[in-house]
């Protein structure tokens, strides 16, 4: 039975208030570090935390009361001047923080959570009587900026026969996400004040099973778009109304010229009451992307600490908003690209002084909408990289042969950090060089109908930019068809549409190609990529852009534009189809998943065309 049973509402509601209070502590707590002497910093994070103490008090949570009251104890030390900010005292409060959130993470499975380690609890009282360890100190990190492996998404499930019948059952619903494991709290044990609890020994050392964490199923919306969907709503009902009144009048009879005008009048009204409600109700699934970005200061200051750097992560952009499912999938991503930052990018500060450059490094995140995209960059100032550099080491690890190296141009050069296995690193540490992690950024990125890039200029450092959809309810495709059946594409990679002549159709180097404005481009056909066989020759070809590369891909016909809501598909996944749609007819459209169909496409790959290529 569950620890809070009655009070489940108001233990959502605690978590979902305490984790927002929270990680603002957290973001003061790294600006504090740069302005010790703020008072009106110091109150801040006071009453945050006092918040969340009165918050656990309400729900007798007493080990968080318990730690919560210490740790406040010690900012009100602080801002009474009785103690001054150091950076073993800021350890110290960032391992309470990381600990408090640990129990957040209990209290989200209804069970109260286990006291605070003693080596915590002894620290901070130590230094509540001014007993601060040594500057020596080991640095420990905190809990969310503990290394994490960026989550590998599941294979495919390769070419398997398309099942109708289920799949039309298929698009009524989806799968729930997979659960992350929450670490448990570490049973009391006797240490040093220097020597606080991570977050990985802390799980470890305790005997408690593990537990799952379910995925935030709640959002929070402004009311005033949910009185925009109230009032679409009702207008929709009084145009459904009407339509149902002219629909009588002509099924008794009356189709005159007025009548018939009234209908093509209010069904035109219908579709775009209709269309303004579907833009309303994606809106309220728009939330700010400052809610993700704020985990990441902490995240910046405590890997810096731990690898001896001087480190700034400067926000920008925070009020752009983005689909809130986009968000929350683009947490491991950027949590691997700001770790990148500050361990790959940033050197040491003896390298920067060697550089005449600032000892303290910057590293900006930032947010911004340019039409129906979204542009997350992660820069840095430090030591960029070099092309040459970056092809010898593929070379070194077999990622790419000598031959292939030497046709890469800088830009495609620096494309190889994104292939599996490669790490600049020659020593691997606990933080980066097993070579995992880049690939998965770049593969979860695509999940998400995006892509990624980089810029780099060596000696002044790098940029890593994200570009996304404004959100994935709603996607613009281009519906082509192949064999009588509709295949939609991403209208993002779609250049133009040309016709497909057999005498176009050039084989060089044993592939099919064809000239396009006197470039060479191949031809791949969608029967061969998705494993079927074509029943007549393409006779259209889509100019498209994807997996870094340009080709045309050959299909029977297409029949146009359109906006659709994909539907994910549960226990038959296809390989290559991302999710399926239906048309206005009613037949299935399979969306297809191009980046996951063009994985396996070697050039060795046949492409069954024509009989004579």
């Known amino acids: 039975m569950s620890d809070f049973a009655g009070m489940e509402e108001l233990l959502q509601d605690f978590l979902l208030e305490a984790g927002e209070l929270l990680s603002q502590v957290d973001n003061k707590l790294v600006d504090l570090e740069k302005r010790p002497d703020d008072r009106e910093l110091l109150n801040d994070i006071f009453r945050g935390f006092h918040t969340v103490k009165g918050g656990a008090g309400f729900l007798n949570v007493e080990n968080l009361v318990n730690l919560c009251h210490r740790t406040e104890n010690l900012f009100d030390k602080l801002r009474n001047g009785e103690l001054r900010l150091s950076a073993e005292l800021m350890d110290i409060i960032m391992s309470a923080t990381a600990t408090v959130r640990d129990m957040f993470g209990a209290l989200g499975q209804s069970v109260q959570p286990q006291a605070a380690d003693a080596a915590l609890l002894g620290a901070l009282d130590a230094a509540l009587a001014g007993n601060l360890p040594p500057p020596a100190a080991a640095v420990v990190p905190a809990a969310q900026s503990a290394p994490q492996a960026v989550r590998e998404p599941a294979p495919p499930t390769g070419g398997e026969d ?5 799949l039309h059952a ?53 009311t005033a778009r949910l009185d925009q969907v109230l009032n679409l709503s009702g207008e929709i009902g009084l145009t459904k109304n009407r339509i149902a009144n002219l629909k009588t009048q002509i099924l008794h009879g009356r189709n005159d010229q007025d009548t018939l005008k009234a209908l093509d009048t209010a069904v ?18 728009m939330q700010p992307i400052g809610r993700l970005f704020q985990k990441y200061p902490r995240l910046a200051r405590d890997l810096a600490r731990q690898l001896g750097k001087d480190v700034e992560l400067v926000l920008s952009g925070e009020e752009t908003e983005l689909d809130k499912t986009m968000i929350e999938d683009l947490n491991d991503p950027l949590v691997h690209l700001v770790r990148n930052a ?41 030591k960029g990289m070099r092309p ?41 540490s606990s933080v980066s060089g097993r070579g995992v992690g880049m690939d998965v950024v770049k593969t979860n990125i695509a999940k998400l109908n995006g892509k990624i890039d980089v810029v780099s200029v060596p000696g002044q450092g790098s940029t890593f930019t994200i570009s996304l959809p404004l959100t994935l309810a709603i996607l613009p495709v281009l519906v082509v068809r192949l064999n009588n059946q509709s295949f939609a594409v991403p209208l993002s990679m779609v250049r133009e549409i040309i016709p497909i002549k057999p005498e176009e159709v050039q084989r060089v180097s044993g592939r099919a190609t064809m000239v396009v404005r006197d470039e060479v481009l191949p031809v791949r056909s969608l029967a061969t990529l998705i494993g079927w066989d074509a029943r007549q020759a393409p006779g259209f070809g889509v100019l498209m852009h994807a997996s870094d590369s340009t080709f045309i891909m050959a299909v029977d016909g297409f029949v146009g534009r359109d906006d659709v809501v994909i539907k994910p598909l549960s226990d038959i996944k296809p390989k290559g189809i991302a999710g399926a749609t239906l048309s206005g007819d009613g037949s299935i459209v399979l969306v297809l998943d191009m980046e996951e169909l063009l994985a396996n496409v070697t050039a060795d790959t046949p492409m069954r065309l024509f009989s004579n290529v």
């Open 268 to 285: 035109s009204q219908l579709d775009l009451l209709v269309s303004d409600l579907q833009n309303a109700v994606m809106k309220t699934r």
């Open 388 to 428: 040459d550099v970056i092809r010898r080491k593929a070379v070194e690890k077999g990622i790419i042969d000598a031959e292939t190296a030497n046709g890469l141009d800088d830009r495609q050069s620096l494309h190889l950090v994104f292939l599996p296995g490669f790490s600049t690193k020659d020593q691997i």
């Open 342 to 382: 500050v361990d790959h990018g940033v050197e040491t500060a003896e390298e920067r002084a060697a550089s005449h450059k600032p000892a303290k490094a910057i590293v900006t995140l930032s947010a911004s909408q340019v039409g129906d995209h979204i542009y997350i960059e992660i820069s840095d100032d430090g």
């Open 162 to 166: 398309i099942n109708w019948d289920a």
């Open 170 to 222: 298929a698009l009524t619903g989806g799968v729930p996400a997979p659960q992350a494991a929450v670490p448990a709290a570490a049973p009391p044990r006797p240490a040093p004040a220097q020597d606080l609890p991570t977050p990985s020994r802390a799980a470890s050392s305790s005997a408690a099973p593990p537990q799952t964490l379910q995925k935030e199923t709640t959002i929070r919306i402004d």
